[in-house]
């Protein structure tokens, strides 16, 4: 398998290279990404498509009772089956016959794609999420007692991973048909994931300790495949992808190859980020003496002019209604929206994002599963990043591969390599950051 990665910044051009190269090569491809505004930008692509999600594509979606069913979070298909529309509805249709597919990522996996049919698959966003996978038996025993089908419960009882693989399609069967039948007169369906099942005991079976749950990091789907793949990730970084490949094997395949190509060019701007102070402005601080930061916001105003288009990053908490002093206003860890502030000139950063003990742990968790997470200890103000890091260096890592990445992520949307921007940072500022723009520093009071 060939995982071939664009991991250039954001605003150099990444997406406009790609089609480029789909209509020049001709190519069948098939492209994915979590933000359908990002799936825009490839519509103009002769012979798209670009499929939507059941809410979006349902003709029936202002029927009362398929709003209803919609609450209780019941399955697409199983919706469309109550409601008679027998899977020829828009929702269904939309899956067949696509040349070129533009479509949001959580279809990857699902059984609506055939991935075989395509020739080049693109996925244009970082693939680093994970979810939680959990066996608790009386759950499970609960939603298997819906079915009674006893030689599954046996199955699931005893970690029977064989016979649990080899009746998969069955069992998806029997819950579907069961389904059916209880949607008739109420919602309280099977919840029965056998993927995740299985996903789970192979990984609890590589590991001496047993746990209750496990992170399953989204790349796990990809490996899945047995595809070439393309992937366009800003952020990608290549020790964190070995860590997770080798975790794979330990877990899934000890025998799956994988050939890894990064593409990464250095990168440089006009544009200029300053560092105010040496403050990094943790949420606490700023919660003290919060007015003082719409007076930097006046000064720099000032500075730029009435014309100038200002935004600021901050901590989630003092956004409100997409403002932070009535200045147009994201957050740190946000990712929705990524084309909304490419056309601010200025850039306004207050805080330094860092995780708590506990998502430190949870990374912790995603990388070294087997292993109990060590105690973080004291926290470390004299380290090489500047910032409060816990005194056990196997964090330090962790925070420098998670952490800034997502800083870094940020501060990007301003798009200050493809436009000239000035980025104020009350805080700590990503080293690539300092690399790829003009660094300069700034006393607070000289604002
Ligand atoms: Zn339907």
Redesign the pocket.
């Known amino acids: 398998m060939k995982y071939s990665v664009n991991a250039n910044p954001p605003g150099v051009g990444k997406t406009f290279n790609e089609k480029k190269n789909i209509i020049n090569n001709k190519l069948k491809a098939a492209i994915f990404s979590k933000e359908h505004a990002l799936l825009n930008e490839y519509e103009s692509l002769p012979y798209s498509k670009h499929v939507r999600g ?1 809410k979006h594509t ?3 979606i202002e029927n009362n009772e398929v709003k209803r069913l919609i609450g209780e979070d019941i399955p ?2 199983l ?3 109550h ?1 008679g ?8 249709r939309q899956f067949k016959r696509i040349r070129l597919l533009l479509s949001p990522l959580n279809y990857f996996n699902s059984n609506k794609i055939d991935l075989d049919k395509y020739e080049f698959i693109l996925i244009d966003e970082n693939v680093d999420g994970s979810r939680e996978l959990t066996y608790n038996k009386e759950e499970l025993k609960k939603e298997v007692n819906k079915l009674q089908w006893l030689a599954l419960w046996e199955a699931i009882d005893s970690m029977d991973i064989e016979w649990l693989i080899d009746n998969t399609i069955k069992i998806n069967r029997m819950i579907m048909i069961k389904n059916e039948e209880i949607l008739k007169s109420n919602t309280n369906i099977i919840r029965l994931n056998i993927d995740d099942l299985i996903n789970f005991i192979m990984i609890d079976n590589a590991y001496e300790i047993n746990k209750p749950s496990y992170p399953y990091p989204d790349i796990f789907d990809i490996f899945k495949k047995g595809r070439d793949i393309r992937l366009l990730s800003a952020t990608f970084d290549l020790s964190v992808f070995n860590k997770l490949l080798e975790r794979y094997r330990r877990e899934f395949d000890p025998l799956l190859e994988c050939e890894i190509i990064v593409e990464q060019e250095p990168q440089s701007s006009k544009s200029l980020i300053i560092r105010v102070g040496n403050s990094h402005h943790y949420k606490s601080t700023m919660r003290k003496s919060l007015d003082k930061y719409d007076l930097y916001l006046k000064q720099i105003r000032k500075l730029h002019g009435v014309h100038c288009q200002i935004c600021v990053l901050t901590y989630k908490e003092f956004v409100k209604d997409g403002k932070f002093f009535g200045v147009p206003a994201f957050w740190f860890g946000a990712n929705k929206g990524v084309n909304l502030y490419e056309h601010y000139d200025v850039l306004v950063v207050f805080g330094s994002f860092i995780y708590d003990i506990n998502g430190y742990k949870e990374l912790h968790e995603l990388i070294y599963p087997g292993q109990l997470a060590p105690d973080p200890g004291e926290v470390d103000l004299n380290n090489a990043f500047g910032v409060m890091l816990p005194v056990n260096g196997k964090y330090n890592v962790l925070w420098q591969k998670f952490v800034e990445t997502q800083t870094y992520d940020a501060i990007h949307r301003v798009r200050p390599l493809r436009y000239i921007r000035t980025i104020y940072c009350f805080g700590y500022v990503p080293h690539k950051l300092m690399l790829e723009l003009e660094y300069r520093t700034m006393l607070e009071e000289t604002l």
Do not use: A, Q
């Not at 529309?85 to 269904?92: F, I, M, S």
């Open positions: 059941f349902c003709e029936l697409p298909s919706i469309c089956g409601m529309c027998d899977l020829k509805c828009e929702y269904h």
